[in-house]
């Protein structure tokens, strides 16, 4: 997995250098954007095309391995900026994301609707972030997925604009259709103009890769 995912980051630090990168639903307009974030239990998809500074239309592709089995969920999504907060030296941002698709279930699809709220503060040297994220399964309650993800980060030194930034993130997520209900991951956090990359790992020692560009 980590060799397919480094031969595409090496493509796009090779291709992209533009805007700074952030791990936001919604970028600047007329920006896309392909996110990913990966697991042993989790792999998770999503193209974005900003509209607007404050809108944006994902297609999300989600595979989980839940204490169910297999799940994987196929989502068209809206992406949507509440609230952002700009002062000297930090920013805080709300975002409120809707989308309804389908769970492939052998070879049918189960409409399953997602929402999730976002909530960041961030400065250059400090970060903050809250996500809560549901996907509600309309035939079955019981195969509800709801994922809680707080994550707190510095920055060791401050990098100038044309400059490599580093960060370390400490994860706590937990979920209840996980294997593991609860997780803590430490990251180291990466990012140079529009590539953001974050290398991860477990308590238990599995590993974890997110990747975003935006162009």
Request: hydrophobic share 40%.
């Amino acid at each position: 997995m980590f060799t397919k995912f480094l031969t595409v980051t090496g493509l796009f630090l090779s291709i992209f250098m533009g805007e700074k990168a952030h791990a936001h639903p919604v970028a600047y307009a007329g920006s896309t954007s392909i996110m990913t974030w990966n697991s042993k239990e989790m792999s998770d998809w999503m193209l974005t095309h900003s509209y607007t500074s404050k809108f944006s239309l994902a297609a999300r592709y989600l595979r989980m391995d839940t204490r169910d089995g297999e799940r994987t969920f196929y989502m068209p999504q809206v992406n949507y900026l509440l609230k952002r907060w700009n002062e000297l030296d930090s920013q805080a941002n709300i975002y409120l994301s809707l989308g309804h698709g389908g769970e492939k279930v052998n070879s049918s699809f189960k409409n399953t609707t997602g929402a999730a709220l976002e909530a960041d503060w961030e400065s250059r040297k400090y970060y903050v972030s809250f996500r809560e994220d549901v996907l509600l399964s309309h035939k079955d309650s019981k195969r509800n997925i709801y994922q809680t993800k707080v994550r707190a980060g510095f920055a060791p030194y401050l990098a100038e604009f044309n400059e490599m930034n580093a960060w370390f993130i400490l994860q706590a997520d937990k979920s209840n259709k996980m294997t593991d209900e609860y997780k803590l991951t430490p990251f180291i956090r990466l990012f140079y103009h529009n590539i953001l990359l974050e290398f991860g790992s477990t308590m238990k020692g599995d590993s974890q890769f997110n990747f975003m560009v935006h162009f």
